[in-house]
């Protein structure tokens, strides 16, 4: 198994998942089947107990694990299928180590970061898809960070006992542009580069995130100071329209072929362009829409990142450009909530937890059922939209859901029967993907065009089954169940232009190539209604 190492310098969010996503899209346009892994240094066991407001998104996988959003960029990226071996922090790999020495099965030694920890890191990096040519591992944080020092020591033990001729050590980095010099400055390179060889690793590619076009003088600058060479100096600059132009913008570049050079790995296939045709749609709209994504970490860009991803997929399918209205939850508490949603071509309201916020998220429920205006809501979003339709269809103004008012007279929400006892916090919710029978005749069944779906789920609580009948009775239509419990996954109304929502999260599947097709629907019903109002 070839192995690719993803390392980043000088500063945070550069891009490492981006880069590590488009690099495994390139290698699977030669043909190669390619596996990706994120290793994160915080103590956390996964990102589930951590707030979005402070990390972003969490990204659930098939098998439920909850990770970092960068799997979010490789699954939407490639092909790969992810699950837990594809995601490690450094409190699994602490907590293996710990579990080990209760155990005994050190036999009585010292237990130390080396060899233990980074044995158990090493470990990890060999438990990979035999059938995958190569892995991709991007590695979390900043070099230079502490706690980050027990991964890269793990790397360069790794590519010592493997050969050189197997790893690929690729370090993204940033290229500051001085607007007072008027130029690019390639000191804080060269201090991340040296920084990396004083752990005993000499990147092989440096991918340079930048502003400005780089010279070729500053690229065999790079080279000399950096030890690499001048055609491994890759450029990757800021990009214009959309994510989904780094694929050719480091082909252009070449940096497949020469991580392919430095492998010695043949393509299979003459290199498949899939990102021309989306970059065209993106660029070339033939209509566009609005859409208010009612949200309470809305003041973080990466809360929503797969809902944001997904919507501009439907756009790609549908060559529309999506102009995405975020409304602070909030905000819809006041008196002139109203003012906030007029214009709009179509309304989601995404998950969440906790309850600021709750009651904005279900006047817009409310506001786009009476004013027939396309609605989409998950997870949270739907059980809110339940809420509403209680409170004002069913007459019902003591309802909510048992999750912010447990003593409540009319619970349309309750907490799932497992999740009765539980005081834990991490890991305790439906997590991954579960089978949903969608009813004949729905919306939903359309839309899929199949009887039986799979879709990732991450919640504590679920429409109370015990008012189906009065839901149904008004016209709210239970449209997907669990068929083992019989749970209710998806509700719509009939006599709406699109009110659809559903419990899971529908937007960890969704594709550039590929858009998701609820998210496919709400976007066109949107765009049908824009198109009336215009």
Known sequence: MKQIFVTGGVVSSLGKGLTAGALGALLEGHGLR???????????LDPGTMSPLQHGEVYVLEDGTETDLDLGHYERFTHAVLGRRHSLTSGRIYESVLQKER???YLGQT??????VTDAIKEQLQVVDERADLCITEIGGTIGDIEGLPFLEALRQFALERGREDVVFLHLTLLPYLRAAEELKTKPTQQSVAK????GIQPD?????????ISPDMRRKISLFCNVSPRAVVEER?????????????????????VLERLGLRPRRAYEDIWSDILRRIREPSCRCRIGLVGKYVSCKDAYKSVYEALA???????????????????????????????????LVPGGFGTRGVEGKIRAANYAREQQIPYFGICLGMQMATVAFARRVLGRPEAHSAEFDPRGAYPVIRRLDSQQDTASRGATMRLGSRPCHLKAGSLARRLYGSEEIFERHRHRYEFNRELE??????????????????????????????????QFHPEFQSKPWQAHPLFRGFLQAALDRAQENS
């Not at 390619?34 to 956390?44: A, I």
């Not at 990396?196 to 752990?199: C, F, M, T, V």
């Not at 003012?339 to 071509?345: A, M, P, Q, T, W």
């Not at 083992?484 to 109304?493: H, N, S």
Request: proline share 5%.
């Open 313 to 347: 997929h439907a756009g790609i399918a549908l060559c529309c450009r999506v102009e995405i209205r975020t409304i602070d939850a909030e905000a819809l508490e006041s008196p002139e909530a109203a003012e906030l949603l007029k214009g709009l071509d179509g309304i």
């Open 196 to 199: 990396l060889r004083e752990i």
């Open 238 to 258: 800021d990009l214009q329209d959309s994510i989904y132009e780094l694929p050719s913008v480091l082909h252009r570049e070449q940096l497949d072929a020469l």
């Open 34 to 44: 390619v596996e990706l892994k994120k290793f994160d240094p915080y103590l956390n």
């Open 111 to 116: 237990v130390q970061t080396i060899p233990h």
């Open 205 to 213: 590619i440096l991918v340079c995130r930048t502003e400005r076009e």
């Open 469 to 502: 009948e009065a839901f149904e009775s008004r016209g709210m239509l239970i449209s997907g169940r669990c068929p083992g419990d019989g749970a209710v996954e998806i509700l719509e109304l009939a006599q709406h232009p699109y009110y659809l929502a559903v």
């Open 103 to 105: 155990n005994g099965e």
